[in-house]
């Protein structure tokens, strides 16, 4: 069964993000990929505070979440709709939430990023805690390639997590890492978690430099349980494909 990462190189302004998205997804199909996963901020990166505040959706309603039960259903996959933002409980914060939709255009699971990522070195910080509402429940659902569990990005580094998971036959990780955080620790960290955990790990993530500067470092990528990496891309926007055999 072929499994297909996107990646992009998203920037503040949704209907473009969602234009790129589109081809990509549909590139991924016409390859034959039966699960696709966007990466995390799909829809826009780099966005100011005010702005991704006023992007945020309620849940179940909006034209991202719209755009994504479209394109499930139009191809006729399993879509692992990278992150969004959605309505927190608090009203001055976002949930960065990835959702999940059957190829008839259900949505079979949300999973909220429970670990928040603060980071600082030079000038370069991040504090998403100050935006976003972090989620409490780890998340997975099934499909016909097994049993799925979900992460966002900084959730990469807490095995924890995972283990919460129970079996799992795949994980699919939406991510945005930095260039700095990513060079140092994305593929080490990738691989660890599908060895650690015997299954297929499929990462989507950001790659490039973005409209504000902000540099991620892609590498999307598939790894099989032995920790071999069956597939990537560097940076730039495209489709990374490879198969899961299932055990």
């Given at each position: 069964?072929?499994?297909?990462?996107?990646?992009?190189?998203?920037?503040?302004?949704?209907?473009?993000?969602?234009?790129?998205?589109?081809?990509?997804?549909?590139e991924?199909?016409a390859?034959?990929?039966q699960?696709?996963?966007?990466?995390?901020?799909?829809?826009?990166?780099?966005?100011?505070?005010?702005?991704?505040?006023?992007?945020?959706?309620?849940d179940?309603s909006?034209?991202?979440?719209?755009?994504?039960?479209?394109?499930?259903?139009?191809?006729?996959?399993?879509?692992?709709?990278?992150?969004?933002?959605?309505q927190?409980?608090?009203p001055?914060?976002?949930?960065?939430?990835?959702?999940?939709?059957?190829?008839e255009?259900?949505?079979v699971?949300?999973?909220?990023?429970?670990?928040?990522?603060?980071?600082?070195?030079?000038?370069e910080?991040?504090?998403?805690?100050?935006?976003?509402?972090?989620g409490?429940?780890?998340?997975?659902?099934?499909?016909?390639?097994?049993?799925?569990?979900?992460?966002?990005?900084?959730?990469?580094?807490f095995?924890?997590?995972?283990?919460?998971?129970?079996?799992?036959?795949?994980?699919?990780?939406?991510?945005?890492?930095?260039?700095?955080?990513?060079?140092?620790?994305?593929?080490?960290?990738l691989?660890?978690r599908?060895?650690e955990?015997q299954?297929y790990?499929?990462?989507?993530?950001?790659?490039?430099?973005?409209?504000?500067?902000?540099?991620?470092?892609?590498?999307?990528?598939?790894?099989d349980?032995?920790g071999e990496?069956?597939a990537?891309?560097?940076k730039?926007?495209?489709?990374v494909?490879a198969?899961?055999?299932?055990?």
């Amino acid at each position: 069964m072929k499994l297909a990462a996107v990646q992009m190189i998203s920037g503040p302004d949704v209907a473009p993000n969602l234009d790129t998205a589109s081809h990509l997804i549909a590139e991924a199909a016409a390859a034959g990929a039966q699960l696709v996963a966007l990466p995390e901020y799909f829809p826009l990166i780099g966005a100011s505070d005010v702005d991704r505040l006023a992007a945020r959706e309620a849940d179940g309603s909006g034209p991202i979440q719209d755009f994504l039960v479209a394109a499930a259903r139009k191809h006729r996959l399993w879509l692992v709709g990278g992150s969004i933002p959605l309505q927190a409980d608090d009203p001055a914060k976002l949930r960065n939430s990835c959702l999940v939709y059957d190829p008839e255009g259900r949505r079979v699971a949300r999973y909220d990023k429970i670990h928040l990522f603060g980071f600082r070195k030079g000038e370069e910080s991040y504090d998403e805690a100050a935006t976003i509402e972090r989620g409490d429940q780890v998340v997975a659902f099934d499909c016909p390639l097994g049993r799925v569990g979900i992460a966002i990005c900084y959730d990469l580094r807490f095995p924890e997590l995972f283990r919460a998971l129970g079996e799992v036959d795949l994980l699919v990780l939406p991510a945005a890492f930095t260039e700095t955080t990513g060079r140092a620790h994305w593929e080490l960290l990738l691989r660890a978690r599908a060895v650690e955990n015997q299954c297929y790990v499929l990462a989507a993530a950001q790659g490039g430099r973005h409209p504000n500067g902000r540099m991620t470092h892609g590498n999307s990528m598939v790894i099989d349980p032995w920790g071999e990496v069956l597939a990537r891309m560097d940076k730039g926007e495209g489709v990374v494909i490879a198969e899961q055999v299932r055990q």
